[in-house]
């Protein structure tokens, strides 16, 4: 089986991915490889809310009206509006300081589009994984661990995924960072939290919300929306984790 993996370092960690076939070789896989990292790129140029001229910076500060943007762009903002309403607003970009930010929807959605990279030059195998945040395409299932929050080599909970995408949020990578879009402060519902299912920027999605809600968020699973997604979460202060 030919393999090709990459690593680029942008949206302010690094993207790992990997593409094999048994029906193509390193030279064909490598054609999609090299359109991925394109892509990774456009949307850092694209989402980011870190640079002042990109498409997300411009819609904070009003230089440019959603109406204006192009049809990538009012897609996340759609499909974030979509997550809000799924959440009960605990996943909220709109109730952000300095404005709109998607951040915690476009890394699994941009996964999931590099996995739809793969998919059209006949790709049957891959991972991406973009800081945490995993799409799985398999013809086979693979064993995906979630880590402890404060001892990254500890796995505390494994799932056996073929074709989906797994995100996590919480103090492991950044500290204290998500704050409660009902109150404005931090949030203090749960100290690390994994979700997964299908769809990858839903699943980035939920996994704040769950941040947010701890053990409350357990109802937003009772949604017929919701039916193919499950999650593993520590509450804050708890010694034991709640799976759904």
């Given at each position: 089986m030919a393999s090709v993996f990459r690593e680029v370092d942008t949206w302010g960690t690094?993207?790992?991915y990997e593409?094999?076939?048994?029906?193509?070789s390193e030279t064909e896989i490598t054609v999609a490889v090299n359109e991925i990292e394109d892509f990774l790129w456009h949307v850092d140029e694209t989402f980011s809310t870190y640079k002042p001229d990109s498409i997300i910076s411009q819609l904070r500060d009003?230089?440019?009206?959603?109406?204006?943007?192009?049809?990538?762009?009012?897609?996340?903002?759609n499909a974030t509006a979509f997550a809000r309403d799924l959440t009960f607003g605990l996943f909220d970009p709109w109730c952000v300081e300095g404005g709109y930010d998607p951040s915690g929807y476009v890394k699994g959605w941009a996964a999931d589009?590099?996995?739809?990279?793969?998919a059209k030059y006949g790709v049957t195998e891959c991972v991406i994984n973009a800081g945490g945040d995993l799409t799985v395409r398999s013809q086979t299932p693979k064993v995906v661990g979630v880590s402890h929050p404060y001892n990254r080599g500890e796995i505390v909970h494994s799932?056996?995924?073929?074709?989906?995408?797994?995100?996590?949020?919480?103090?492991?990578?950044?500290?204290?960072?998500?704050?409660?879009?009902?109150?404005?402060?931090?949030?203090?519902?749960?100290?690390?939290?994994?979700?997964?299912?299908?769809?990858?920027?839903i699943a980035d999605a939920l996994?704040?919300?769950?941040?947010?809600?701890?053990?409350?968020?357990?109802?937003?699973f009772s949604q017929p929306e919701l039916k193919e997604y499950h999650c593993y979460v520590i509450d804050r202060g708890a010694e034991q984790a709640w799976l759904m």
């Open positions: 690094v993207v790992h593409g094999s076939s048994e029906e193509l009003g230089r440019i009206a959603i109406a204006d943007c192009s049809d990538e762009v009012r897609g996340v903002w589009r590099a996995a739809d990279i793969f799932i056996n995924m073929a074709n989906g995408s797994l995100a996590m949020s919480g103090v492991t990578e950044r500290g204290a960072h998500i704050r409660d879009p009902y109150t404005g402060l931090i949030a203090i519902g749960a100290t690390v939290a994994a979700a997964w299912g299908p769809d990858g920027g996994a704040t919300a769950l941040v947010v809600s701890g053990q409350e968020g357990a109802k937003l």
